[in-house]
Nanobody, 126 residues
């Protein structure tokens, strides 16, 4: 099982980035996938998740309305479109997959996820 995150980079405040998480070895269409981030000196925190099957989504309040998560079952990939980026969005972003189809209410918990990819760095700075 592998998850590969990509798409990070340097962007100015107010700009946009699109992160991608490519997966292999998973029954992808049934799995929930989440994005988490970790800023220097801080704990890893939940950003967004999309549930397997019904594709219900959940967002952290700090990104709601600015970020959009989507799932492409044909490509076994999940994207995170990030708009109106702020300096406080600067972090290493990680994607993760859960083999159990948890309800959306619990998808913000790191313990729900079985597989993690390596991170991709997003820097928001002028």
């Amino acid at each position: 099982v592998q998850l590969q995150a990509s798409g990070g980079g340097l962007v100015q405040p107010g700009g946009s980035l699109r992160l991608s998480c490519a997966t292999s070895g998973l029954t992808f269409n049934r799995m929930s996938v989440g994005w988490f981030r970790q800023a220097p000196g801080k704990e890893r925190e939940f950003v967004a998740a999309i549930r397997g099957g019904d594709r219900a989504t959940r967002y952290d309040a700090s990104v709601n309305g600015r970020f959009t998560i989507s799932k492409d079952n044909a490509k076994n990939a999940v994207s995170l479109q990030m708009n109106s980026l702020k300096p406080e969005d600067t972090a290493v972003y990680y994607c993760a997959a859960a083999s159990v189809n948890w309800n959306t209410g619990s998808l913000n918990e790191r313990s729900r996820y079985d597989y993690w990819g390596q991170g991709t760095l997003v820097t928001v700075s002028s």
